[in-house]
């Protein structure tokens, strides 16, 4: 599908932090942790911290004269935590699974990776493209057998790249609404068609969670936000014209379900946590 979606226990001792961070700024005076709340006492900005995005068009930002998810999200944890949140958006539009896990071995985008306290992954719409979607149809799992599991593989090796890093960095996996187009567009092309995308599109999705749990890794959800908990919410008005990517509205959705799901992955401290200050508050430490 050209230009689509386009990029252990060390991680979890930095999840607390943004239940540490809400708490603060409750303390502060802030009504509210999460998109649209404004800190009425902002902390002061406390060194700075790196965020790498790997994958496709969507966390490239493709088409959209907006920030991007991306830096949206790096936006609301600074406001959180008044800590710089520093983006290297390496995500490619068009990209595969496969051209993700080479690229983490090139000199600048595994250097963003040894740097890195938060890694953004968004990879795998392209590795089916809409031919193998309509000759599958409702065949099943079976069908894209060979795709998932490379899918598989390689997401295992782009996270196993990234927690390379010294700094042990939280690895979120982010899913997609849908692998194809969608909203009215996808309308368009019958329900043969999008039928057989959303079954696609769940199986893509069962991978990437499944990734994130063998992993430890944060799995956010995307459907839900876009398309409702029963797949009755139409996305159109969250889509750029093409029906694919995300329109500014769009992204600022994902960029708050990737934000509240590093707050519900908040938790206890591993017994060998490395006590460097997290990404979601300098302050932190176990």
Not at 255 to 283: E, K, M, T, V, W
Request: proline share 5%; glycine share 8%; net charge negative.
């Amino acid at each position: 599908m050209a230009l689509s979606r386009a990029f252990m226990p060390e991680r979890r001792a930095h999840l607390n932090a943004v239940v540490a961070a809400c708490l603060a700024l409750t303390v502060a005076g802030v009504a509210a942790c999460g998109s649209q709340r404004v800190s009425l006492q902002p902390a002061p900005t406390v060194s700075s911290s790196s965020m790498v995005a790997l994958g496709d068009s969507v966390p490239s930002g493709y088409g959209c004269a907006c920030a991007g998810y991306v830096q949206s999200l790096a936006n609301r944890i600074t406001a959180a935590t008044g800590r710089e949140v520093l983006v290297h958006n390496d995500a490619q539009p068009g990209a595969t699974s496969t051209d993700v896990a080479d690229a983490v071995r090139d000199d600048l985008v595994s250097s963003d990776l040894a740097a890195s306290d938060l890694v953004l992954i968004q990879v795998g719409a392209n590795d089916l493209d809409t031919t193998a979607i309509m000759e599958c149809g409702t065949a099943g799992a079976a069908c894209y057998q060979p795709a998932l599991q490379t899918l598989h593989s390689n997401l295992r090796r782009i996270i196993a790249a990234a927690e390379a890093g010294v700094h042990h960095p939280v690895v979120a996996l982010i899913g997609y609404w849908n692998i194809t187009v969608d909203g009215a567009v996808a309308a368009a092309r019958g329900s043969a068609f999008t039928t057989a995308s959303e079954q696609a599109t769940d199986y893509v999705n069962q991978v990437i969670n499944d990734v994130a749990k063998e992993t430890a890794a944060i799995y956010v959800d995307t459907q839900i936000p876009l398309k409702g908990p029963t797949n009755g919410r139409d996305p159109t008005g969250d889509l750029q014209n093409d029906g694919d990517h995300p329109n500014a509205s769009g992204n600022e959705i994902i960029a708050d379900a990737a934000f509240r799901a590093l707050q519900a992955a908040g938790g206890s401290c591993p017994a060998n946590h490395s006590n460097s200050p997290s990404i979601l508050d300098p302050h932190d430490k176990c």
